[in-house]
T-cell receptor, first 118, second 109 residues
């Protein structure tokens, strides 16, 4: 089975700190994604990557950046943490779809990192 | 961005049937996925519809009507372990998913 591992389950950081959230997948998936999940708002896409060193902004990229130096690892960076970035962060991976309508290309999610910024 | 509309909460007894509806925007649409998330857990993939019609996977079925920009997830023979949140997700280019706000299903004895 595909496994997506997020380095920390819980994190507490201070306002203004630079925060790194790490995600590693072990099934050679091309696509990797970072979402945040907040009550009543569902999952919102921050950034995604469909290849090494490739990245695209999602719906809420402000205040975040990403790094994908190796295929298996996708890092989310909070440049200067703020209290409104307190959230559950979920990493996911999938096969690359090529844009076609066929196939299911379901996501496999990590267990999440609950980040609290104080 | 995309807009995925889902009702918020449903309570049902064990053995019942629940239908969770989802409407979506059509621009750049490739298909509709469904995910289940238990409290404190990660979302897990349930099903995907690219074409019109019904896909059945055990007690769960998912339906898509592209002409109506509408889909639903049908949970049959509800069990206590089905208490969870259910999300529809619209698939776009590069397998990018836009998730709805989710629907919490509470199963009672």
């Amino acid at each position: 089975d595909v496994k997506v591992t997020q380095s920390s389950r819980y994190l507490v950081k201070r306002t203004g700190e630079k925060v790194f959230l790490e995600c590693v997948q072990d099934m050679d998936h091309e696509n990797m994604f970072w979402y945040r999940q907040d009550p009543g708002l569902g999952l919102r896409l921050i950034y995604f990557s469909y290849d090494v060193k490739m990245k695209e902004k999602g719906d809420i990229p402000e205040g975040y950046s990403v790094s994908r130096e190796k295929k298996e690892r996708f890092s989310l960076i909070l440049e200067s943490a703020s209290t409104n970035q307190t959230s559950m962060y979920l990493c996911a991976s999938s096969l690359y779809s090529g844009g076609g309508a066929g196939g299911n290309y379901g996501y496999t999610f990590g267990s999440g990192t609950r980040l609290t910024v104080v | 961005g995309q807009s995925l509309e889902q009702p918020s909460e449903v309570t049902a007894v064990e053995g019942a049937i629940v239908q969770i509806n989802c409407t979506y925007q059509t621009s750049g649409f490739y298909g509709l996925s469904w995910y289940q998330q238990h409290d404190g857990g990660a979302p897990t993939f349930l099903s995907y519809n690219a074409l019109d019609g019904l896909e059945e996977t055990g007690r769960f079925s998912s339906f898509l009507s592209r002409s109506d920009s509408y889909g639903y997830l049908l949970l049959q023979e509800l069990q206590m372990k089905d208490s969870a949140s259910y999300f529809c997700a619209r698939r776009g280019g590069n397998n990018r998913l836009a998730f709805g706000k989710g629907n919490q299903v509470v199963v009672i004895p």
